[in-house]
Nanobody, 119 residues
Framework: QAQLVESGGALVQPGGSLRLSCAAS????????MSWYRQAPGKEREMVAT????????NYADSVKGRFTISRDNAKNTLYLQMNSLKPEDTAVYYC????????????WGQGTQVTVSS
């Protein structure tokens, strides 16, 4: 059974950094494009970053460009999100997901990890 498990969320001060991880199992990770989404209280869920199956192409929401980096290690079946220069508006639950292509339907979701950016 497919499973995605996020980790690394924490409380951090503005300007700080975090690295989120998403461990995948139960499916062929290297055949899937992966994304990070987030949902803040009172707001719609939004795409944060997407990476193709081999890691050759990456896309980011305008709000995180230059601050966040998505990456993957297919040998470890793990997706990462490096978050730098964090802002209070980055506070949200962060989810990873998997799809067969970057324009295809999302097939698997993780449970999410909480990121809180506050003084």
């Amino acid at each position: 059974q497919a499973q995605l498990v996020e980790s690394g969320g924490a409380l951090v001060q503005p300007g700080g950094s975090l690295r989120l991880s998403c461990a995948a199992s139960g499916f062929t990770f290297s055949n899937y494009a992966m994304s990070w989404y987030r949902q803040a209280p009172g707001k719609e869920r939004e795409m944060v970053a997407t990476i193709t199956s081999a890691g050759g192409s990456r896309n980011y929401a305008d709000s995180v460009k230059g601050r966040f980096t998505i990456s993957r290690d297919n040998a470890k079946n793990t997706l990462y999100l490096q978050m730098n220069s964090l802002k209070p508006e980055d506070t949200a639950v962060y989810y990873c997901n998997a799809r067969r292509s970057t324009i295809g339907p999302i097939r698997y979701w993780g449970q999410g990890t909480q990121v809180t950016v506050s003084s």
